[in-house]
């Protein structure tokens, strides 16, 4: 067993979980390192180029993420959203602190009930309802 | 031209996707059904290759994509991240928390990746 084309999916598939960790920092980045990963490595295959398992491994390796992310958000209807997003829904599922999974899926809703976005970036939380922000007072600092 | 590590490797990231939308998301199966996917796939990709059933491209294509895949989230949320953890779990320091809302209607609003968090759970600075 050749066991240089496992080096070559593992080193593609966390380059890919680095590059979500880090897309805040540049728009598309999704985008940029899975398509364009793909299509270098295809172009590498193409002409021969490196070790002859090498560019096969990333050609597998780069289709097998950019395929996973566009296919689960294709299937959520969430096509458009590919290279912007940092991660595949397969995350938010619910968890031991309560809350549940993405709309549609497995919450229930009623009015009164908070919604919580969450951003790539870790700043600090900004309550944007006024009322809220009345009772409990926003960590930003200011009055809303 | 071998269009065959591509096919291969397309087809186990389809696979990992459909099972990212449709698989149960709750109990054992449901919470790791991302690296029980990316193992399977793995270890079926090993066992074609050790035992010479499958073609040597196929066996690498299952071995590569399912690796590549577990990679990826392992790179991105760490071990929980590998094993099914939450999106709203600490251990994803990407995201935070950032905006609190409470909704006119019953409808979620219209933003990337919202969390519905019940009121009794939600964050201290949220409650109220």
């Given at each position: 067993m050749e066991f240089t084309p496992l080096l070559v999916g593992?080193?593609?598939g966390g380059g890919a979980g680095l590059v979500d960790r880090e897309e805040a920092k540049l728009a598309h980045s999704q985008l940029i390192y899975r398509v364009g990963g793909l299509v270098a490595s295809l172009w590498?295959?193409?002409?021969?180029?490196?070790?002859?398992?090498?560019?096969p491994a990333a050609v597998s390796a780069f289709a097998a993420n950019t395929?996973?992310?566009?296919t689960a958000l294709f299937l959520k209807g969430e096509l458009h959203e590919f290279g912007m997003?940092?991660?595949?829904?397969r995350l938010a599922l619910p968890t031991a602190a309560g809350a549940t999974s993405?709309?549609?899926?497995?919450?229930?809703?009623?009015?009164?009930?908070v919604w919580v976005r969450q951003s790539?970036?870790?700043?600090?939380?900004h309550l944007t309802n006024t009322t809220q922000a009345g009772m409990a007072g926003c960590p930003c600092g200011q009055k809303h | 031209m071998d269009w065959k590590p591509l096919i291969y490797g397309a087809l186990v990231g389809v696979g990992d996707g459909v099972v990212d939308r449709y698989a149960p998301t709750t109990g054992f199966f449901g919470r790791h059904r991302g690296i029980l996917y990316q193992g399977a796939a793995f270890l079926a990709g090993a066992w074609g290759e050790l035992?010479?059933?499958?073609?040597?491209?196929l066996s690498y294509g299952l071995m590569v994509g399912g690796l590549s895949l577990a990679m990826e989230d392992l790179a991105y949320g760490g071990i929980p991240g590998a094993l099914g953890a939450t999106a709203y779990s600490p251990a994803y320091p990407p995201y935070a928390l950032t905006e609190v809302v409470t909704p006119a209607s019953v409808e979620p609003p219209a933003w990337h990746r919202p969390v519905y968090i019940r009121p009794d759970t939600q964050p201290a600075t949220a409650a109220g």
């Open positions: 593992a080193a593609v590498a295959q193409h002409k021969g180029i490196g070790p002859a398992n090498v560019a395929a996973s992310r566009a997003t940092g991660h595949p829904p993405r709309p549609g899926l497995a919450s229930p809703t009623a009015a009164g009930d790539r970036t870790p700043e600090v939380q | 035992t010479g059933n499958l073609s040597p491209d």
